[in-house]
Nanobody
Framework: QVQLVESGGGLVQPGGSLRLSCAGSGFSFSAFAMNWYRQAPGKERELVAGIGSTTYYADFVKGRFTISRDNAKNTVYLQMNNLNPDDTAVYYC???????????WGTGTLVTVSS
């Protein structure tokens, strides 16, 4: 059974930092590209960052967020620095392997940036 379990969300003040974690199980974690998406209230889900053979960042997080993975722990991380209220959203972990058309989602973790 495939599972992606996010953790690390919460309330943080503007300018603060959070580190999100996503633990995967039930699939070959190291073979998959791992991504973080987010969805703010009333908005569509958007790609934040991804890590596979290369690393990708959306323009709105470049220089502030860092994605990393530890394949030995089947975990992907998202270090978020200098957060601002526009970063408030539910953050979702995604595992993707295009060659198998496999695409898995976590249930999300809420990040709220507010003073």
């Amino acid at each position: 059974q495939v599972q992606l379990v996010e953790s690390g969300g919460g309330l943080v003040q503007p300018g603060g930092s959070l580190r999100l974690s996503c633990a995967g199980s039930g699939f070959s974690f190291s073979a998959f590209a791992m991504n973080w998406y987010r969805q703010a209230p009333g908005k569509e889900r958007e790609l934040v960052a991804g890590i596979g053979s290369t690393t990708y960042y959306a323009d709105f997080v470049k220089g502030r967020f860092t994605i990393s993975r530890d394949n030995a722990k089947n975990t992907v991380y998202l270090q978020m620095n200098n957060l601002n209220p526009d970063d408030t959203a539910v953050y979702y972990c995604n595992a993707n392997l295009q060659i198998l058309r496999a695409n898995f989602w976590g249930t999300g973790t809420l990040v709220t940036v507010s003073s």
